[in-house]
């Protein structure tokens, strides 16, 4: 009944004996030219809480206790990416100690969602409202992923109500 199909495909993968990870690293190789842990991606997002939780996040960290640029009235209409906010939210040192947690930790399991045949990490950083701290800190985190030259990385900010 299938020999017809069969005879037309450009693939065959013969499945017996092949554990679901066996097919997944089959599959990588046929279709990218590259093994499974080289294709692995980190993509770090920021969000707003008062938005929602984006449902992908593999590993997600809440920065609404870190120094909020809202409520000084000259960085309330920048965001994150502006220098003057980054250093807001790192003044004072805090920030500092939850990126030395935070690339330890990264440092941990990297390295074991690999071997486990990840083919991404989505990490989620969050504040209030997903314009300044979550973007400043989602950099950082980029940055430091970025150098470590294990993965491909990608970094975006999730859509918040005054960018829409």
């Known amino acids: 009944m299938l020999s017809g199909l069969r005879d037309r495909a450009d693939f065959v993968v013969d499945t017996t004996g092949l554990s679901a990870a066996g097919l997944r690293e089959r599959l990588l190789t046929m279709f990218s030219g590259t093994e499974s842990g080289e294709v692995f991606e980190v993509i770090v997002q920021s969000f707003g809480f008062k938005y929602g939780i984006p449902p992908e996040s593999d590993l997600v960290f809440d ?15 920048r965001n994150g ?19 030395r947690y ?21 990490i989620s950083i969050g504040c209030t409202g997903g314009k300044h701290r979550s973007i400043t800190f989602a950099r950082k985190i980029a940055e430091y992923c970025t150098s470590l030259a294990t993965s491909r990385v990608s970094s975006t900010a999730m859509p918040c109500a005054d960018q829409n």
């Open 63 to 77: 920065v609404r206790f870190l120094p909020n640029p809202y409520y000084e009235m000259s960085l309330r209409e």
């Open 102 to 122: 935070l690339t330890g930790m990264i440092d941990f399991l990297l390295p074991r969602y690999i071997a486990e045949g990840k083919a991404n990490l989505i």
């Open 81 to 99: 990416t502006d220098p003057e906010v980054r250093d807001y939210v790192f003044r004072g040192g805090t920030a500092d100690v939850l990126m």
